[in-house]
């Protein structure tokens, strides 16, 4: 019978984070146990404890990092608008890139990593001349659009691959409908098979920002 090699060097919380977001984006937030961890780490069960809590603890740590990352990876812009796109562009990609921290976020929406993705978008809001009464109001729904329509995006990416669903098949489906009855969303059917997440993910942060300095913004305010 073959034996496991131990490992002989210490572990820290870093490569233990970083080996469950490993686990996480190649095989899914079920795959994530201790157990797993400590066949991928070659340790035992004390090592992890002496780091980690629990499966919760893990999943938040590596939400954090990830995050954390992505808002670190965000080069400021000389207008707080470009800095508010880039911000929302590389949050996109992160949560493309690691689909799983959708739900996470959905259960613990005050992760130390959001409260900085909202202090950060507050920031340029303020800059782009949002008052102290709209301020909240307006980083929230932003930041609220930004994270869902990313988590959305990841989760039906991944329900695509698993079941060989795509946009194609269903615009052909929207092809089928009556013209009469649904005349948009047929006339939205030779665009769908075309459609680009990322680039109507940005559309929707334009709006958002338009709008927002068209309500809130320092030219709506003397007016």
């Known amino acids: 019978m073959a034996t496991r090699t131990r490992r002989t060097d210490a572990l820290s919380r870093e490569v233990i984070v970083d080996a469950a977001t490993r686990i996480l984006d190649d095989e899914g937030e079920d795959a994530l146990t201790l157990r797993a961890l400590t066949v991928r780490l070659s340790t035992g ?3 992890l404890y002496h780091h980690v809590a629990n499966k919760g603890d893990l999943l938040a740590a590596a939400t954090d990092e990830v995050l954390a990352r992505a808002m670190t990876g965000v080069a400021a812009a000389a207008e707080p608008r470009d ?5 929302a562009l590389s949050l996109f990609d992160a949560i493309t890139a690691h ?10 929406p005050w992760r130390p990593a ?11 809001l303020e ?5 102290e009464a709209a301020l909240v109001d307006s980083a929230g729904a932003l930041v609220n659009y930004i994270l869902g329509v990313a988590g959305q995006n990841a989760a039906n990416a991944r329900i695509q691959a698993a079941d060989g669903s795509s ?15 649904y ?13 680009d997440d990322r680039q109507q993910f940005v559309a929707g ?9 068209a309500v809130h913004g320092r030219d709506a305010a003397g007016r």
């Not at 942060?205 to 300095?213: M, P, Q, S, T, Y």
């Open 183 to 195: 005349p948009r969303l047929h006339r939205a059917a030779a665009r769908l098979g075309d459609h």
């Open 114 to 124: 959001l409260l900085a993705i909202y202090e950060s978008v507050g920031e340029q």
């Open 45 to 47: 069960y004390g090592a």
């Open 167 to 181: 946009l194609a098949a269903g615009a052909e489906q929207w092809a089928q409908l009556d013209p009469l009855r």
């Open 205 to 213: 942060v334009d709006l958002f920002l338009a709008g927002i300095e």
């Open 99 to 108: 689909p799983w921290i959708g739900a996470q976020l959905a259960r613990e």
């Open 83 to 87: 800095t508010l796109r880039a911000t």
């Open 127 to 131: 800059a782009l001349g949002v008052g």
